[in-house]
């Protein structure tokens, strides 16, 4: 007897390891490590104005705002980046005022080029200060409207590929070029990400530990739905705020047979969020999985001082004790408490140092993790028809005049 099927129950490490081989040809974001950075450098070292205005959305900032949020308290920066990325009128009115806009850069950021609230605030700032050549400066896919705009008004441009998705974008001309022109090493942010890349596609640590993690994910992800992120420094804010676009948007789909799939991001800091989401993980409901992130360096020696408080005296144990010392104890003693409880899964991510390696490598693993996951779930990491259906809306709604 002959007997032939196609059946596969599990998909296998090895075949997901392969589609992304495959996939690595169509999808860009994989390969920005190899990319020359010259043109980036050299318009940096044009820039003469001290405020750094980017405008957009989205995939559009967040991924610049996280390694600028990471790196700024440890860098002499010869600029300010300053972020218009909503149209909540408070933001813009609060942010434009505190800002010399004679003395400013306005780079305009959206993939389509009709990006409605960046156009809009694009607008409304062509109404305070005059935008042109001189103090604009436009990155877009080169075939869109508002690439024609930058054309016909010469403003220069750079372009975003269509090959790369904006919320996987930071590592091309959407985050190195406004990083560059503030003084961050752009060439080590590559470093970086190469060290990630070279270490998963062949199989290294890299490959390891973001294989065993997405499956695990999806094997459980009836059962631990939501991933928390548990961020022990305030130097990742914006790392938390760019994982939760990069994860909700990308595995929130609907997979081949029709089934609606997705893992709930949440991004939480330490020790500010020990008093309240710790309290949810440690009784509530076992439906999250913990990933905390500790920073060894802070680069930072700001400690307690040794002064004895009548009636506190029992405190006196934290003097002289450096606050970055007091931060990652207070990090090693939530995952001991976690860990302690045994079934709450949990991992720990430790940073060595505040440089642009370190938190381009974090991101760029991250990126690699998600379409990992996806491949996992039979899902498109990259398209987000849930939102452009939303966009549509929108833009049908605001055609209507009043």
Known sequence: MNYKDNFNPTISDEQIFNDIVKEKESIGYYNLYKQNTKAFKEYASTVEQSNIVIIGIGGSTLGTYAIYKYLKYSKELSKKLIFLETT????????????????????????SGTTVETISIFKYLHSLVKLDKKNTLIITENDSKLNVYAKENSMQTFEIPKDIGGRFSVF???????????????????????NIHDSFFNKALVYNRVIKKARFLVEYKNKFNINVIFSYSSRLEGFNKWYIQLWGESLGKIDLNKTRQGLTPIGIIGPIDQHSFLQLIVEGRRDKTVTVIKVENFDNNLSIPKISLK??????????????????????????????????PCDVIEIDDVY????ASLMYEYELLTSVTAKFMYIDAYNQPGVESGKIILKDKLKIKK
């Open 311 to 344: 009636g506190l005296e029992e405190l006196d144990y934290l003097d002289d004790r450096d606050f970055s010392s007091l931060i990652n104890k207070q990090a090693d003693a939530t995952i001991e408490s976690i860990n302690n409880l045994d079934d709450i």
């Open 172 to 194: 091309s001309a959407v985050g190195l070029l406004p990083l560059a022109i503030v003084g961050i090493d752009i060439d080590k942010i590559l470093h970086g990400i190469k």
């Open 356 to 359: 642009e390696e370190s938190i």
């Open 88 to 111: 909540d009128p408070v933001d813009i009115k609060s942010k434009v005022e505190a800002i010399d806009l004679e003395d400013s850069l306005f780079i305009v950021i959206s993939k």
